[in-house]
């Protein structure tokens, strides 16, 4: 289905041929998940979206204007995914953004994905994938429009596996090709991903974070290798659109579907 487009706030199916975000990914995105016509933790999104427009030097977006967008494309929807780029517009060849320049808002309606509803109730496959992140802390955490190490990721599989693990050039583990990661080394304990230096730092991953704190579960933000993830007592991934899944195999290790991951599943799933 071809999904509904807004560009600068008017429909519209095409994107000027040189706008920087086609030609470098000069951009950011953020994917949007809709409930009854609400756009759910609209705040931490434009929150994440201004932090890296911030990192990247691209000015604040008017966030009055992107409200009204978002809420147009959200009104009437029981269930839908937003997704909303910013670009640093158009520009001449090379790579010296303009001195003055004029951001692009690209605006998607897709319908929600129809994701079985065993993956979250029995868990998923993740497989190991041979692609690694590069280590960057200038654009670790953004969610910047150049996806390619994702696209080279997600490519190397077609059947089996619903998500991918990716580590970073250095062995450490960071994340899935579009989902953060946790895991529970010891009973009542969470570790997730260090992300200075690779990965995206995800809106539901912040939100688990902060419910798992105030919930007093003992919960570190740290490095991890993939041999103690691989030891780990249960296993979850996460983001805005679906949610939690637990982790019941990688590749030829199997996990339970444990009650840290069914707390998670229930924070996820909060307004």
């Known amino acids: 289905m071809t999904p509904a487009c807004w560009i600068d706030g008017q429909p519209a199916d095409a994107l000027l041929l040189t706008d920087r975000g086609l030609h470098y990914g000069d951009g950011l995105f953020e994917t949007l998940a809709v409930r009854q016509g609400h756009t759910r933790r609209l705040e931490l999104h434009l929150e994440r979206l201004l932090l890296g427009c911030e990192r990247l030097g691209i000015p604040r977006p008017d966030e009055s204007l992107l409200r009204g967008e978002l809420h147009t494309a959200a009104q009437g929807q ?3 995914v937003l997704k909303l780029m910013l670009t640093r517009g158009s520009g001449g060849r090379g790579y010296r953004p303009p001195a003055v320049p004029r951001m692009t808002r690209v605006l998607f309606r897709y319908p929600w994905p129809d994701y079985p509803a065993a993956w979250v109730e029995q868990g998923i496959e993740l ?3 041979r692609t690694r992140l590069g280590l960057n802390p200038a654009l670790a955490g953004v969610k910047h429009l150049n996806r390619l190490e994702q696209v080279m990721a997600r490519a ?4 089996g596996a619903q998500e991918g693990l990716m580590l970073d050039t250095d062995g450490g583990v960071i994340e899935g090709t579009m989902t953060n990661l946790f895991a529970s080394p010891a009973e009542g304990r969470l570790v997730t991903p260090d992300l200075a230096l690779a990965g995206v730092a995800g809106v539901t991953r912040r939100h688990i974070l902060e419910r798992a704190r105030g919930e ?3 919960v570190e933000v740290r490095s ?3 041999d103690e993830l691989l ?9 805005s659109i679906a949610g939690v899944w637990p982790v019941q195999r990688i590749e030829a290790r199997s996990y339970p579907v444990g009650p840290l991951s069914r707390r998670a599943a229930a924070w996820a799933a909060e307004s």
Do not use: H, S
């Not at 190397?156 to 059947?159: H, I, L």
């Not at 030891?231 to 983001?239: A, D, G, P, S």
């Open 231 to 239: 030891r780990c007592r249960e296993i979850f991934v996460c983001n």
């Open 216 to 218: 007093g579960i003992d």
């Open 224 to 226: 991890l290798v993939l």
């Open 156 to 159: 190397e599989w077609e059947d």
């Open 78 to 80: 029981d269930k839908a």
């Open 127 to 129: 497989k190991i994938c």
